[in-house]
């Protein structure tokens, strides 16, 4: 038997990382949280570093002696402090911090360049700026400006970057004159101009580097936000275009429903001998009109409410606290003359409970699947509507289960697609139009639920709609 969960999320749109204010794109406050939570893992992972690399220094600092590393003082320890301290800030900020113009993502990310930069300048200090690669690490703070920020503001990053390392190499070559202790290798060097002379020239090295980086990523980054911004402007004009195409549709649909209806109408009135007698022949065609005109009309039905439930926005709809028996109670009232027909017997077994789900839709859902169970039931069969309800979760399913036609395998996965029937239902019921589903997932999309259906050609299908956060009458 194959089985298949579904799960549909409302906001089925491109994921665009950017927010248009103005006429500049900025990255959207969730992209920005998401990266600050990221960030904030990042450096725990740093922290962590930094605790061992003391702890090995305290275990094995004679063994690390005879590679060149000296013993650092307690600066790793101020370092460590400082980013714990920092990091609980961030945290808490982002999970408890009221959301205000002193308060907002983009304020923590600029405290978190700040505070990390002067944690690297000091780091860069007493490792050495002049005498390791270390100062390189500076480049990645302008290239994550370049990304988070505006040009402008990537800029002033940059600016700052320059600023602390000019600071740095400063202290170290021109305000202290040699600390061989408080450099991680230790070096030995030359004279005292030729080590400012250097420090000079490595000084104007990197803050040219630092300017090159800048203009390299901010113009690269321009370029990411221009696509960004065409394809804003794309999806947009998309969504117009499918809004106005469901609007000529509705439009149409509607017009069709009125001469539907006179027609029906007319073939009543000549089935019924009010317009005289008829041969067999032409009653014959009329029946056989009327079951093609009602077809229809069922079509026509189920596109204007395929449509209005497109229209549903959970913005201003309305959900409410269902009660589960008295929901199936209403469908089966307006299902029962369409299992008469078909002799088949419904079976229901259900534990009650409540959940929040908008009513109409919640009832438009059991609806058409028990519908559907019925229409591809064989004659004289049944339908069983069961539910297991999880005290302990506050989750409960409902279970309507068939032993019909069944669904093959290849096609399960698209049995929710507008307009898709597979050749066995068409085969047995001729009048499907491959809607019916199309609006059980959208009711679903719009109450949040998630299906699970399960089906085996020849012996039946079972679909299993998943509520969370129920509630119980007793409570």
């Known amino acids: 038997m194959a089985t298949t969960e579904f799960s549909w999320n409302k906001s089925n749109i491109p994921n665009i990382s950017l927010e248009l204010i103005g006429e500049k794109l900025k990255l959207s406050d969730d992209v920005l ?3 600050i939570r990221w960030f904030i893992t990042f450096r725990w992972v740093l922290i962590a570093t930094l605790v061992f690399f003391e702890i090995l220094m305290l275990s094995a600092s004679d063994a690390l002696a005879q590679l060149g590393i000296s013993e650092q003082q307690k600066w790793p320890i101020a370092v460590i402090i400082v980013l714990v301290v920092a990091n609980i800030a961030y945290i808490f900020a982002l999970n408890h911090g009221k959301p205000s113009k002193y308060n907002s993502p983009s304020i923590n990310l600029w405290v978190q360049i700040i505070v990390d930069l002067v944690c690297l300048s000091v780091v860069v200090h007493y490792i050495g700026s002049t005498t390791t690669p270390i100062s390189f690490f500076y480049v990645l703070h302008i290239a994550l400006a370049c990304i988070f920020f505006s040009t402008r503001e990537s800029l002033y990053v940059t600016i700052l970057v320059c600023l602390m390392d000019t600071i740095v190499i400063v202290v170290d070559n021109f305000l202290i004159t040699q600390t061989p202790l408080s450099t991680l290798i230790n070096n030995h060097l030359l004279s005292e101009s030729s080590r400012r002379d ?6 104007f090295f990197l803050d040219a580097l630092f300017l090159i980086v800048w203009y390299v990523v901010s113009r690269l980054s321009l370029i990411v936000r221009a696509h960004e911004r065409h394809l804003l402007d794309a999806y947009k004009q998309i969504n117009q275009a499918q809004v106005e195409k469901d609007q000529y549709a509705l439009l149409i649909t509607h017009q069709l429903k009125s001469p539907l209806d006179a027609i029906r109408s007319k073939i009543n009135l000549i089935n019924e001998g009010y317009l005289g007698e008829t041969t067999p022949e032409v009653s014959t065609a009329l029946v056989q009109m ?3 005109a009602k ?8 596109l ?4 209005r439930l497109k229209d549903t926005c959970l913005d201003t709809a309305v959900f409410e606290s269902v009660n589960i028996q008295t929901a199936l109670q209403k469908c089966l009232e307006k299902i029962t003359p369409v299992a ?3 002799n088949v017997v419904l079976n229901l077994s259900i534990e009650n409970f409540i959940c929040k789900v908008i009513p109409d839709q919640l009832g438009i859902l059991l609806e058409n699947i028990i519908t559907n169970a019925i229409t591809y039931s064989h004659d004289n069969g049944s339908v069983e509507i069961t539910s297991t309800v999880n005290r302990l979760n506050h989750t409960a399913e409902i279970t309507i289960t068939d032993h019909g036609i069944g669904i093959d395998s290849k096609d399960l996965p698209n049995i929710f697609n507008e307009y898709f029937y597979s050749p066995r239902a068409a085969l047995h019921n ?7 589903l199309s609006i059980v997932r959208i009711a679903a999309e719009n109450n949040k639920l998630k299906i699970k259906v399960a089906s085996e050609p020849g012996a039946g299908t079972s679909f299993t709609v998943m509520f969370n956060n129920i509630e119980f009458p007793d409570e």
Request: avoid cysteine; glycine fraction near 12%; aromatic fraction near 2%.
């Open 295 to 302: 077809n229809m009309s069922g079509l026509i039905l189920d």
């Open 198 to 203: 250097g420090a000079i020239v490595w000084m």
């Open 430 to 436: 001729k009048a499907t139009s491959g809607i019916g």
């Open 290 to 292: 009327d079951v093609r």
């Open 340 to 342: 008469n027909s078909k």
């Open 33 to 35: 949280i998401s990266n």
């Open 304 to 307: 204007l409410r395929l449509e």
